[in-house]
């Protein structure tokens, strides 16, 4: 029983088109993420919802936006697709609350390929 | 911007050699968690770490918190194929009930048979 997925898990597209990743999360969390993880590896938060509710957004350009339907769905749509887009991205969720940080979960990512 | 040095950045070892991983940064961090990732995965949470000086063991491998909560280490005892993957280590600020999480560049480890 997957606690977080997206969908798709490989996306191949040419430059200028337009995507949208999906993630939905069965966990009951209030707290969804969105991560790019480039060639290195290194991997950077992008935006945070706590229940439906943006709450980080980092420097990001604008032809990104999250939407988050529900608690249990943040979808990432991509507009003009450029070449430094490719990289895997990482939906994540966590229970939010309490002063210390909590565990997240992770999706199996999605890797863009932007050709 | 508060960054997270890991290092080193590669690391290959033969079954049943003794590895440490190490998490700097000039900033303070008020939890540290450590991560695990394997190819076509998602990280998973191997601990979070939250005293400065805390230690804590899961198996053969060893975390600690630095005590002024800059730094940490993962130790791993005699490493094992298993054990082979992506470490991340990953620091919250203050009030983190935003979630936010700095990310180190994680370390590759590779445990040869």
């Known amino acids: 029983d997957t606690a977080v997925s997206q969908t798709p898990k490989y996306l191949v597209t040419q430059m200028g088109n337009d995507k949208s990743i999906k993630c939905e999360q069965n966990?009951?969390?209030?707290?969804m993420y969105w991560y790019k993880q480039d060639s290195k590896k290194f991997l950077k938060i992008m935006f945070s919802?706590?229940?439906?509710?943006?709450?980080i957004n980092e420097t990001v350009p604008n032809r990104f936006s999250p939407k988050s339907p529900d608690k249990a769905h943040l979808n990432l749509h991509i507009n003009s697709l450029e070449l430094g887009d490719s990289a895997v991205y990482f939906c994540?969720?966590?229970?939010?609350?309490?002063?210390?940080?909590?565990?997240?979960?992770f999706g199996p990512g999605t890797r863009l390929t932007v050709l | 911007t508060q960054l997270l040095e890991q290092s080193p950045q590669f690391l290959s070892i033969q079954e049943g050699e003794n590895l440490t991983v190490y998490c700097n940064s000039s900033?303070?961090?008020?939890?540290l968690q450590w991560y695990r990732q394997e190819p076509g995965e998602g990280p998973v949470l191997l601990v979070t770490?939250?005293?400065?000086?805390e230690v804590k063991k899961l198996k053969r491998l060893t975390f600690q918190f630095g005590d002024a909560r800059k730094d940490s280490s993962l130790h791993i005892t005699a490493a094992q194929p298993g054990d082979t993957g992506l470490y991340l280590c990953?620091?919250?600020?203050?009030?983190?009930?935003?979630?936010?999480?700095?990310f180190g560049q994680g370390t590759t480890l590779q445990v040869k048979p």
């Open positions: 990953a620091g919250a600020h203050g009030s983190s009930n935003t979630g936010k999480l700095i």
């Open positions: 994540a969720s966590s229970q939010a609350g309490g002063f210390l940080i909590n565990e997240q979960f």
């Open positions: 770490v939250v005293t400065g000086g």
């Open positions: 966990l009951g969390h209030d707290t």
């Open positions: 900033s303070v961090f008020s939890s």
């Open positions: 919802y706590n229940n439906k509710e943006l709450i």
